[in-house]
C-alpha cells in the first residue's frame, strides 16, 4: 500500500543515547517533514525537506539533525537524546497538491 | 503571535448531534490553505477537510463542512450527526503560500481539541 512507512514504533532511551528515526514513502514526493507531538502543543515541526539531498530548520530543530540522501527517505537523529525529547514522532510526505501522508508515529522515551 | 488557535482545549457532544469546533488563524499572505485532521486513540493522523483562501464556498466532505469566515481569519469545522466514532482528538492546521520565498509547504498546527461523543 503507498503510504509513509516509519521505524521504530515504539522506543526507549536513556539519557545520552543515539537513535535514527526512518522515514520512507513510495509517492514521489519532494517534500517531507518531521514533527513532534507533545500534550496540549499539537504538532511542532522539527525540520523539513524540499528534495532529495536537502533539508532546513522547522520550528524546534535543537537536538536533532535530518538527512536525505534519496528521495524516498527521510532520517531523523538524536545524537544525545535527552528527557525533553520524550515525544511522539511523525513524519509526513506532501506532492504538488494539497494532500499530505503521515506515518503512523513514533513513540519515543528518554529516561 | 500563534498562527493557529483552537480555544477549546475538550468538547462534549450528545450522539447524533451536531458540533461546531472552533479554528482562528494569522497570516498575511493572501493564499493559503486551511485543513482539518482527525486523531483517534490509535494516533494516526486523519485527513478530513481543506479549504483554500481563494475558494468561493465553503468544503464540504459527507458529514464535515468548514465554515470559513475569512474577514474573521476564522476555519471552523462543523461535525453533522456526531457518532462514538468521532470521539478523537482535531487539529486546525495551515499552509501559507509564500511562493515567493520558496514555500516548502509545511503545514502549521493549532493544539487540538478533544472531542467525546456522549451515547
Known amino acids: 500500500n503507498a503510504g509513509v512507512t516509519q521505524t521504530p514504533k515504539f522506543r526507549v532511551l536513556k539519557t545520552g543515547q543515539s537513535m535514527t528515526l526512518l522515514c520512507a514513502q513510495d509517492?514521489?514526493?519532494?517534500?517531507m517533514y518531521w514533527y513532534r507531538q507533545d500534550p496540549g502543543m499539537g504538532l511542532r515541526l522539527i525540520h523539513y525537506?524540499?528534495?532529495?539531498?536537502?533539508?532546513a530548520k522547522g520550528e524546534v530543530p535543537d537536538g536533532y539533525n535530518v538527512s536525505r540522501l534519496k528521495k524516498q527517505n527521510f532520517l531523523l537523529g538524536l545524537e544525545s537524546a535527552a528527557p525533553s525529547q520524550t515525544s511522539v514522532y511523525f513524519c509526513a510526505s506532501g506532492g504538488t497538491g494539497y494532500g499530505y501522508t503521515f506515518g503512523s508515529g513514533t513513540r519515543l522515551t528518554v529516561v | 503571535a500563534q498562527k493557529i488557535t483552537q480555544t477549546q482545549p475538550g468538547m462534549f457532544v450528545q450522539e447524533k448531534e451536531a458540533v461546531t469546533l472552533d479554528c482562528t488563524y494569522d497570516t498575511s499572505d493572501p493564499s493559503y490553505g486551511l485543513f482539518w485532521y482527525k486523531q483517534p486513540s490509535s494516533g494516526e493522523m486523519i485527513f478530513l477537510i481543506y479549504?483554500?483562501?481563494?475558494?468561493?464556498q465553503n468544503a464540504t466532505e459527507g458529514r464535515y463542512s468548514l465554515n470559513f469566515q475569512k474577514a474573521r481569519k476564522s476555519a471552523n469545522l462543523v461535525i453533522s450527526a456526531s457518532q462514538l466514532g468521532d470521539s478523537a482528538m482535531y487539529f486546525c492546521?495551515?499552509?501559507?503560500?509564500?511562493?515567493?520565498?520558496?514555500?516548502?509547504?509545511?503545514?502549521?498546527f493549532g493544539s487540538g481539541t478533544q472531542l467525546t461523543v456522549l451515547p
Open positions: 492546521a495551515m499552509r501559507e503560500a509564500q511562493i515567493s520565498s520558496g514555500s516548502a509547504r509545511q503545514l502549521t
Open positions: 525537506s524540499v528534495g532529495e539531498g536537502t533539508t
Open positions: 509517492m514521489n514526493h519532494e517534500y
Open positions: 479549504q483554500g483562501s481563494y475558494d468561493q
